[in-house]
C-alpha cells in the first residue's frame, strides 16, 4: 500500500494525471426491463419450493434461489378480472368499478381513464408488450393496445368461456344458449382476431404460442427498455398441454402442464440471458387467485391454506410469488412480509423513474423490501373485498378479521375429476379473527382472547366501509370509480 502511494505522488509530481489510473466509477445503470409472469388459478402450493409436487418446477425453483420468494403476497381479489385490473392498475378492484370475472358478452371493462403499469411505463421510453389472457375487456377499444401496450396476442378472457365442455363435447342442458353467448375463443393479434381456438387440441398449442411471442418480443426489444406482461391461459380449466410435455411428469395432465409451465418460465429466463439482459431485468412471477378446488385432479393445491379461488380465506387469495432481479435483490431469501399485487405498479414505478397515476391508487412500493431491508415492513394491513363490493376480512399483522358474509366452500364436498367440477356451495361465514402466524388454516377463532386486536382492526375497516364502501352493510362508498362502459 505505501509503495502504490508513493507511486501515485511520484506520478502526481511529475505531471502524470492520477484520475487515470484509479478505478473508474462503475456506469449508471440502464433502465431496467420488468416481466410479469402472471398465471391463472395457480394455487399458492403449486410450485415444488412452495411444496408443491409429485411433479418438479425446476426453473421456478431456480428463480427462487437466486431472488426472493414470497410467503404472505395476495392476489387483488380472488377471482380473474377483478385480479388482473388490481395488478395492473395499483388499485383494490372495487375501486375503480371492476369485479368478479367479465364475461364475453360484460357491460362494463377497465377504464380507458385508468393508468395501466404499461402506460406509466411507455412515458419513461419503455417498449410494452402483452401475451395471454386479458380479461378485462373482450373488444376495442377495452382491449390492451387502448391500454398502454403496444403490441397484444392472446384470448381476451378466460380459455373456458366456450360452447364446448371439457370432454369435447357440447353443454347438454344450455348448449344452444352457450353457442349463440359464448363462441369458439378468439386468439387476437393486435386488435383482431388471428385465429380461432375450437378444441382442447388448439388450447394445448396456447402455453407454447405465448411463450414463443414472449422470447420473440424480448429478442426484438434488447435494444430499449421493455414491459412484458406474460399472462397464461392455465392451469385454469379445462387444462392442456402440448405433445411435448404429455406424460413427461409421470404425475397426470395437471402434472404436465406444471411441467410446461415451469418449462415456459425457463425459456423467458434463458433468453434474458442469452441476450445479455438477466442482470437488467426485474421478473415478477405470480398468480391471479388460488386453485378452483372442485376440479380434483385438474386444479392444484393451497399447501394447507383454508379454501380456494372465489373465497376471501387464505388458500383463495394467499398465492405464489417469487422476484428476481440479480444484484439488486438479494439470492435465496425469503419474505415473510405482507405484500400484494396491488403494490407492483408503484414498485415497479419506483424502480424505473416513472410517475405514479394522477388518480389514487392503494398499491405501496415495497422496494425496501426487494432490497433486503430486515426492518422495512411497508404494508400494514390489506383489505380482502369479493363479489361487486363485500368487505369479508382485514388483516393486520399477523391477525385477520372476518367479517359475516356468505363464501364459498370446498370442504367436505367431493371434487369432480378429470374436467368435471364438484359441488362448491356458498355457506355463512361467521365472524371471526384468526392468529395466521400459528394458524395459517383458519380454523380457531381468537377473538375473544384478543378484543384489543378486534377493535384495531374494526376502526380499519371502518375507514374502507367509508370510502370504498361495503355492500354487507349497505354502505356505498365516496372514492369509487366507475368502470368503462361497453356498447353492446
Known sequence: MIKKIACILLLAVAGIGVASFLPAEP????????????????????????????YATPHLDRMAARGMRFTHFYAAQAVCSASRAGLLTGCYPNRIGIHN???????????????????????????????????????????????????????????????????????????KVWRAQYPPLPLIEGNETRRIIRNLDDQAELTG???????EFIRKNKKSPFFLYMAHSMPHVPIA??????????????????????????????????????????????????????????AGNTAGLREGKGSTWEGGQRVPCIMQWPGQIPAGIVCNKVAAA????????????????????????????????????????????????????????HYKLVFPHKGRTYRLHIPGYDGFPGSAPDV?????????????????????????????????????????????????????????KVQQ
Open 27 to 54: 456506469p449508471p445503470l440502464a433502465k431496467p426491463n420488468v416481466i410479469i409472469i402472471f398465471m391463472d388459478d395457480m394455487g399458492y402450493g403449486d410450485p415444488s419450493c412452495y411444496g408443491g409436487g409429485p
Open 101 to 175: 370475472a367479465l364475461n364475453p358478452n360484460a357491460k362494463i371493462a377497465l377504464n380507458g381513464e385508468e393508468e395501466t403499469i404499461a402506460e406509466i411505463l411507455k412515458d419513461q421510453g419503455y417498449k410494452t408488450g402483452m401475451v395471454g389472457k386479458w380479461h378485462l375487456g373482450a373488444k376495442v377499444p377495452f382491449l390492451p393496445l387502448q391500454h398502454g401496450f403496444d403490441e397484444y396476442l392472446g384470448l381476451p378472457y378466460s380459455n373456458d368461456m366456450w360452447p364446448v365442455h371439457y370432454d369435447g363435447k357440447p353443454y347438454p342442458d344450455t348448449s
Open 209 to 215: 404460442i405465448y411463450t414463443n411471442r414472449a422470447c
Open 241 to 298: 398441454v402440448s405433445k411435448a410435455y404429455r406424460g413427461k411428469s409421470g404425475a397426470g395432465l395437471f402434472g404436465d402442464l406444471m411441467t410446461e409451465l415451469d418449462a415456459s418460465v425457463g425459456k423467458v429466463l434463458e433468453t434474458l440471458k442469452e441476450n445479455g439482459l438477466d442482470k437488467n431485468t426485474l421478473v415478477i412471477f405470480t398468480s391471479d387467485n388460488g386453485p378452483w378446488l372442485n376440479y380434483g385432479n385438474h
Open 342 to 397: 396491488i403494490d407492483v405498479l408503484p414498485t415497479v414505478a419506483a424502480i424505473c423513474g416513472a410517475k405514479l397515476p394522477t388518480k389514487k391508487i392503494d398499491g405501496l412500493s415495497i422496494l425496501p423490501l426487494l432490497k433486503g431491508d430486515p426492518a422495512a415492513n411497508p404494508r400494514d394491513h390489506f383489505v380482502y373485498y369479493y363479489n361487486v363490493n363485500n368487505l369479508e376480512a382485514v388483516r393486520k399483522g
Open 428 to 484: 355463512e361465514v361467521p365472524a371471526a379473527l384468526y392468529d395466521l402466524s400459528i394458524d395459517p388454516g383458519e380454523t380457531t377463532d381468537v377473538s375473544k382472547v384478543f378484543p384489543e386486536v378486534v377493535r384495531d382492526i374494526e376502526a380499519i375497516a371502518d375507514n374502507y366501509r367509508q370510502t370504498l364502501g361495503d355492500e354487507l352493510r349497505k354502505i356505498p362508498g365516496t372514492e369509487r370509480r366507475p368502470a368503462g
